[in-house]
Nanobody
């Protein structure tokens, strides 16, 4: 059963924007905190941003002021609006709970070039 489905990634020039979406099962989305993670080749997985059911958000220092995490509880969907993208943002982006659910979706690739 597919429970986490990420979409919206792509190739964009530095300074551009992308909006990622995460469709989750109701059981997963009922967990208080959802999050976006990312992982680049040969690097450890990094926590990018978190959001609670009530809407409290937290961001990694590297993306503060540039990324905005949001969620639509009625649609069991989470979003990540990414602005002012940098080459260092290049990675595969995944959604999951906090703490992490055992299984991951396939993620969506974000590549920033200039």
């Amino acid at each position: 059963q597919v429970q986490l489905v990420e979409s919206g990634g792509g190739l964009v020039q530095a300074g551009g924007s992308l909006r990622l979406s995460c469709a989750a099962s109701g059981s997963i989305f009922s967990i208080n905190t959802m999050a976006w993670y990312r992982q680049a080749p040969a690097k450890q997985r990094e926590l990018v941003a978190t959001i609670t059911i009530a809407g409290t958000t937290n961001y990694a220092n590297s993306v503060k002021g540039r990324f905005t995490i949001s969620r639509d509880n009625a649609k069991n969907t989470m979003y990540l609006q990414m602005n002012s993208l940098l080459p260092e943002d290049t990675a595969r982006y995944y959604c999951n709970t906090v703490p992490m659910y055992t299984f991951w979706g396939q993620g969506t690739q974000v590549t920033v070039s200039s």
